[in-house]
């Protein structure tokens, strides 16, 4: 892209940005992903061609619709809700993408006049004779009859693409740490117990710092299902302080994952990754989900975050479920692999027949991918389909589809859902293929089994 090519791409995007700012609200995420957008292509075009001199030529999404539907293939392409222009279907991205490498200058120069041609025919009421017009001189008229058997050919090609599933839907991935916010901002008073009073399994789980929770669990009397009973003469260490029978301790008073903070609690609001564990069981294995605080991983920022060893006292495995707590500490639980934000998950959803996933299949078709969208629960994930986008949710819509694309989205078990669904992580790399093996620790696709 040259620096010419780039201002009049800046220019349009102005232009575009102030029609927006009168017909409709916009934000400041939008106005940041366009510009974001625009350096990306230019530093990814310029990355690759180093040594050729290669232009990139941007276009308004109105000349690309012309390119279309002059073309002819607006009509042809099916997506997951139908023939045309779909944005329910987040593929028709690729589809505009493909359109754009086939548009040289002078079918953009034919296709921008053509534009102009059919408002002034609109506004005046006259003749479609703009449908016509395939350019100014033999030149452009040249170009404009080579390119449109081009354009039925790619036709084909993009539809046999979207049939075989073959265009890829990615996400970034954050696998840093960060230095985000790490808990909530509302603070709250912390609950107080004595050391000698029956102190509750739960209780004990909500135990306000790692130390204290160690000495209360390693306590002669300690019991896993019914905690502590009254105990006058009971006295814990605390990093080297005693305490007595009489003297106070603190627990969190709510059972959602907290932190101390400022001489009260904050309810913990960000997970870094969660880890998928299999437990043998009588008939069947029993699939569990570990999910891994970042407050949990700061001691361990300089390691790798996915296969430190994440103890019984941290807040994440007191938020466990009680069986995988148990396997982890039996040594009886297999990790299988790691999960974040905006993953690719590949499942059979064949077995998942009833409910708000059977009436979104039933209307658009059973659903393969899926973005992973947050761990809703210590044994629940909360997805959405990955070719999906709830922009393009219309009125008639069945309620159970506008509740799985949009919100809350589909909330699957984790027991269920690797236990029947088969299910296969894809990582990708930049090029979209999926990634199976990697001699630099990147990121791999891997399956549950």
């Not at 944005?87 to 754009?100: E, I, M, S, T």
């Not at 996915?306 to 982890?328: C, D």
């Not at 993953?343 to 899926?370: C, H, K, P, Y």
């Amino acid at each position: 892209m040259t620096s010419k090519d780039f201002k009049k791409f800046r220019k349009n995007v102005c232009d575009r940005l102030k029609r927006t700012v009168v017909d409709e609200p916009l934000d400041a995420r939008s106005m940041e992903s366009v510009a974001w957008m625009a350096n990306e292509l230019r530093g990814r075009v310029a990355q690759r061609f180093q040594e050729e001199n290669t232009v990139v030529n941007v276009y308004r999404g109105e000349l690309t619709a012309e390119a279309r539907r002059a073309a002819g293939i607006s009509d042809k392409l099916r997506f997951i809700d139908g023939t045309g222009k779909s944005r329910l279907d987040r593929r028709h991205h690729a589809v505009d993408a493909a359109v754009v490498a086939f548009t040289q200058n002078y079918v953009a120069e034919t296709l921008a006049i053509r534009s102009n041609k059919k408002r002034e025919a609109q506004l005046l009421q006259a003749a479609e004779q703009w449908k016509e017009f395939t350019g100014s001189d033999a030149e452009h008229r040249a170009a404009w009859n080579a390119w449109l058997p081009k354009m039925q050919k790619l036709a084909v090609l993009l539809q046999k693409a979207l049939d075989e599933d073959r265009i890829a839907v990615t996400s970034n991935l954050r696998l840093r740490l960060g230095n985000g916010r790490a808990h909530e901002d509302s603070i709250g008073e912390l609950k107080t117990i004595r050391v000698g009073d029956a102190i509750s399994v739960t209780d004990i789980d909500r135990a306000s710092s790692e130390a204290l929770w160690c000495a209360l669990t390693r306590e002669p009397d300690f019991d896993e299902n019914n905690g502590l009973p009254e105990n006058p003469d009971r006295r814990i260490r605390i990093h080297g302080t005693w305490y007595d029978a009489e003297d106070d301790i603190e627990v969190f008073p709510v059972g959602a994952g907290a932190i101390k903070v400022r001489g009260g609690y904050a309810e913990l609001s960000r997970f870094h990754h969660a880890r998928i564990y299999k437990i043998p069981g009588k008939k069947a294995p029993v699939y569990c989900m570990l999910r891994v605080y970042n407050a949990d991983l700061i001691r361990h920022r300089h390691e790798d975050l996915f296969s430190v060893e994440i103890k019984p006292q941290t807040m994440s495995v007191r938020q466990a479920e009680p069986k995988l707590r148990k396997a982890l500490a039996e040594n009886t639980a297999e990790y299988l692999g790691w999960l974040v934000t905006d993953d690719e998950l590949v499942i059979d959803t064949s077995n998942f027949n009833t409910g708000q996933i059977a009436e979104m299949q039933s209307e658009l078709g059973q659903v393969r991918r899926w973005r992973l969208d947050g761990f809703y629960s210590p044994s629940t994930l909360r997805l959405r389909p990955l070719q999906m986008s709830a922009e393009g949710l219309r009125e008639d819509t069945s309620i159970g589809a506008k509740k799985i694309i949009d919100r809350p989205g589909w909330l699957p078990a984790i027991n269920k859902l690797f236990g029947e669904g088969h299910v296969t992580v894809v990582r990708r790399d930049a090029l979209g293929r999926a990634r199976l093996t990697s001699n630099a620790h990147l990121p791999i696709s891997w399956k549950a089994e």
